[in-house]
T-cell receptor, first 109, second 113 residues
Framework: GQNIDQPTEMTATEGAIVQINCTYQTSGFNGLFWYQQHAGEAPTFLSY??LDGLEEKGRFSSFLSRSKGYSYLLLKELQMKDSASYLC??????????WGAGTKLIIKP | IAGITQAPTSQILAAGRRMTLRCTQDMRHNAMYWYRQDLGLGLRLIHYSNTAGTTGKGEVPDGYSVSRANTDDFPLTLASAVPSQTSVYFC????????????FGQGTRLTVV
């Protein structure tokens, strides 16, 4: 079966750095997405990786290793507004998105 | 403001009733999707449409139907609601296919009693 694993919940301190990991086992791979979802709101796009390596976008970076079936989202200089769930999703060989359950990130002052 | 709009925002529905969730986008995106989101689970695809006039089944299509008469609208119908269809439903669209950024509506919280 297809599987996306992420930690259920993480806690970090304002101003610090946090890394949210995502491992996947899917039938084929056509890219990996990260989305942010604040409580009670819609998911919003953060990043898309299809090649190995690090993609940096402001305070957020996303890394992909296809050989290891692994990605992480790195958030720097954490702000209280970064408290949200972070969803990892993989595009399989049929171009269907397989979603992880999400990681709830709690930021403490 | 360009975007994707869902209606209603929330609904309590008696089991056995028919219900249509509405979704409209004004970004002229070709692809549209319906997902359900349940606590502890990832988003699950119900139905999708790659372009107007075509639809396809996702991971959990049973009990749901969709139509795509034009580019902008993608309604989701529950023919006879059951309690297991209690969920938050998100409509989304993307410019081309699934390998492009998806834009989500604000969601419909449906409770079937």
């Amino acid at each position: 079966g297809q599987n996306i694993d992420q930690p259920t919940e993480m806690t970090a301190t304002e101003g610090a750095i946090v890394q949210i990991n995502c491992t996947y086992q899917t039938s084929g791979f056509n890219g990996l997405f990260w989305y942010q979802q604040h409580a009670g709101e819609a998911p919003t796009f953060l990043s898309y990786n299809v090649l190995d390596g690090l993609e940096e976008k402001g305070r957020f970076s996303s890394f992909l290793s296809r050989s290891k079936g692994y990605s992480y989202l790195l958030l720097k200089e954490l702000q209280m507004k970064d408290s949200a769930s972070y969803l990892c999703a993989v595009l399989d060989s049929n171009y269907q998105l397989i979603w992880g359950a999400g990681t709830k990130l709690i930021i403490k002052p | 403001i360009a975007g994707i709009t869902q209606a209603p925002t929330s609904q309590i529905l008696a089991a056995g009733r028919r219900m249509t969730l509405r979704c409209t986008q004004d970004m002229r995106h070709n692809a549209m999707y319906w997902y359900r989101q349940d606590l502890g689970l990832g988003l699950r695809l119900i139905h999708y449409s790659n372009t107007a006039g075509t639809t396809g089944k996702g991971e959990v299509p049973d009990g749901y139907s969709v139509s795509r008469a034009n580019t902008d609208d993608f309604p989701l119908t529950l023919a006879s609601a059951v309690p297991s269809q209690t969920s938050v439903y998100f409509c989304a669209s993307s410019e081309e296919g699934a390998n492009t950024e998806a834009f989500f509506g604000q969601g419909t919280r449906l409770t079937v009693v």
